[in-house]
């Protein structure tokens, strides 16, 4: 299996932690050009000193004129990894109108922003693989008190797919991944503001089969297989890696 990506140029979003952090680690192992961007500059620098060898870029993933302007510097790249995404607890009776919006802007405005800025120059080398981050918490799987977050994470999906049969004849492969829960400092972060951050963290533990959180450098292997030629029949699909929550 191929999962070598010498002489290709990849964009990750949030990639200065998290999953984005280790995507762009195995993609630069695996000998991508790598372009990490997030809106963390503190983090990129960070970044940049573990691995001198990759590019970083402060990028708001929600302006439009950033994004196009960013694009403008490339030619055209192969792998777009759209990774950027906010967690918004509660059901609908907590969801207030600027929340949803915000997180619509970061988890679904950002795909269509990121994606509609690279896939012309992806068209014009005739391939390129598009991966977003969605979730088990979508239209897989209904999950209380992620009402928002899931509805943005269903809406991922419909963008893959769109995208896929939109382009599967021209090149272009888009797949979304769907994690269930990963050990995250953005999971750590959610469990702080728990009233007992511990028991909270063996409570998300206990609700997986596996009886464990995943990590951040699963996920990363995942998107490398779909950043790369071993993957390259597949299309349009829903990547579930969620230690069996969803059996």
């Keep these: 299996m191929n999962l070598r990506l010498d002489g290709k140029i990849a964009v990750i979003t949030a990639a200065g932690a998290g999953i984005g952090r280790a995507t762009a680690s195995a993609y630069r192992q695996a000998g991508a050009d790598v372009w990490a961007t997030d ?11 573990e691995h001198p060898d990759i590019n970083i870029s402060v990028l708001d993933v929600t302006d439009g004129n950033a994004i196009a302007d960013f694009a403008r510097s490339f030619e055209g790249i192969d792998i777009l990894f759209n ?7 509660g059901g609908i009776l907590e969801c207030e109108e600027n929340e ?33 981050m969605s979730s088990v918490a979508s239209s897989i799987k ?14 991922v999906i419909g963008i ?5 049969a939109e382009y599967a004849g021209r090149g272009i492969r888009c797949n979304a991944i769907c994690p269930g829960t990963v050990d995250t400092p953005s999971l ?16 998300f533990i206990a609700r997986q089969p596996m009886g464990r959180l995943g990590t951040p450098e699963e996920i990363a292997a995942l998107a490398l297989y779909l950043a790369s030629d071993a993957s390259a029949y597949t299309t349009g699909a829903e990547h579930i890696i969620d230690g069996g929550w969803t059996v």
Excluded: H
Aim: a positive charge.
């Design 188 to 203: 750590r972060e959610r469990l702080s503001k728990f009233d007992n951050p511990e028991q909270a963290r063996k409570e």
């Design 100 to 132: 949803w919006d915000f997180a619509f802007n970061i988890n679904v405005k950002s795909c269509y922003l990121m994606c509609k800025a690279f896939i012309p120059g992806m068209l014009a080398k005739g391939s390129g693989s598009i991966i977003n």
């Design 83 to 89: 990774c950027a995404g906010y967690v918004p607890g």
């Design 39 to 49: 809106i963390n500059a503190e983090a990129l620098v960070s970044l940049k000193t």
């Design 160 to 164: 893959t797919k769109a995208i896929a």
């Design 142 to 155: 209904g999950v209380p008190n992620r009402f928002c977050y899931g509805a943005t994470k269903a809406a």
